[in-house]
């Protein structure tokens, strides 16, 4: 299932003109992660999705509020912030 821009619950973001080229696309890297770039949160939810069984549009939603809410902002990369979201999200109740 891919989470998409409309998925999203929060209106905050910014979002890049990629002009046909997909600029967040592999696997996570050392790259900034900004956790207000649109394109850079759909990735890193769409990155933990293709790996997570029975992944829902609700678990992205989870898992935005969890950057916008509780992620340290001393998380810099994104190979940190898909990191702390499979920590999060193996130890963190469902209803959040």
């Known amino acids: 299932m891919l ?6 619950s929060g209106d905050e973001y910014s979002w890049n003109s990629h ?3 997909q600029e967040f696309a592999g ?3 050392r790259r900034l992660f900004d956790r207000f770039n649109g394109d850079q ?3 890193i939810i769409n990155f933990y999705g293709s790996l997570a069984v029975g992944f829902s549009v609700e678990e992205g939603r989870r898992i935005e509020r969890m950057i916008n809410d509780r ?3 001393d998380i810099k990369s994104e ?4 990191n702390w979201i499979k920590k ?3 130890s963190s109740p ?3």
């Open 71 to 73: 992620m340290p902002f």
């Open 3 to 8: 989470f998409q821009k409309d998925h999203l």
């Open 79 to 82: 190979i940190s912030v898909f």
């Open 27 to 29: 696997e996570p890297s």
């Open 88 to 90: 999060e999200m193996l």
């Open 41 to 43: 949160l759909l990735f």
């Open 94 to 96: 469902a209803s959040i």
């Open 19 to 21: 002009n046909g080229r």
